[in-house]
């Protein structure tokens, strides 16, 4: 029986998240669905679809993300996507191989249809494994393989009461955004190079709407100027750091205020023995930052590789040497 290949149509996202149990044993609500693919305020409903028989076999997905480039004449601004949710259901993985296998058909329609003309590039996060294969048959280029951050919290700092009250430093716990996010994009973000463009907007929907994770976003101010925020949650003994924008000129003193305050507002320094993070180990002011704090670089244990798929033949503007990410950049935080 012939398999047929469809954008997504209304009422799709019911055999969606059947597959997804399917393919990953996970089960996936009906309200993440929605928040990611269809309330996303960059661009909705960016799927391809396989079908045999009425029934849903494949999936290829992505959603919308704001992205600053550097050295443009622009704003240095565009959308790209965010490859989510590659699947293929058991029963079609032997069809095929290749440029005619399933997988490969469902993601040149969603080239077709839904990035040519419309975006430079989109990203994703793989394994060794899929990312050789993705050079082969899908145009996957390694864009830098993901560095895992780590430190125990057992000797972080600890502000007392006096410089929690009266220090100049004060971090706190948000669920709705200050009104100099923005601003404090635009000057601190160009130090960053490459990156998804952390606007309000943005951080809005991608933390504080997620319907199915509970997120801590914190501020960080140095008497009342904002210096960095970050965003958190909680994963065993684990606290995970997903995201951050934080001042070039921040030391180490205010990096640790703010990640002292994390594992309070997280749970405790006995609860919590660990803080980890993704961030790139090249060159740059983060680095050296995260190393005097006491963060160790390795491997992720998954051998996870960012890779950039670019629709046409020009190059995406994006490389190992301009490239910054973390945790939240993907769908696995």
Known sequence: MSVQ???YRQGDEHQIVALFKDVFQTQRSLAHWSWKYRDDPYGSHLISLAWRNRKLVAHYGGYAL???LENREDSGTIIVYHAGDKMTSPEVRGMGFGKTSILVK???HFKTCHCRGKIAFY??????HSERMGR???DYRPLAPVVRWTRHTDTLYQPGPWSRIWGPWRAKAVRRLPDDMDEFLKKVGPAYGAMVWRTSRYLQWRYLERPDLH?????LRYKRKLEAWAVFRRQGQDLLWGDALISPGLDEEGLSFLLSNAVRSAGDHESISRIVAWFPDRSYWITALLRNTDFCPEPEPNGLIFVVIPIDQKSPGVNRENFHYSWGDTDLF
């Open 5 to 7: 290949i469809t954008s």
């Open 66 to 68: 704001p992205f600053h």
């Open 106 to 108: 469902t993601c040149e």
């Open 123 to 128: 990203y994703g996060v793989v394994t060794g």
């Open 136 to 138: 082969m048959f899908l």
């Open 215 to 219: 997120y801590y976003f914190l501020t």
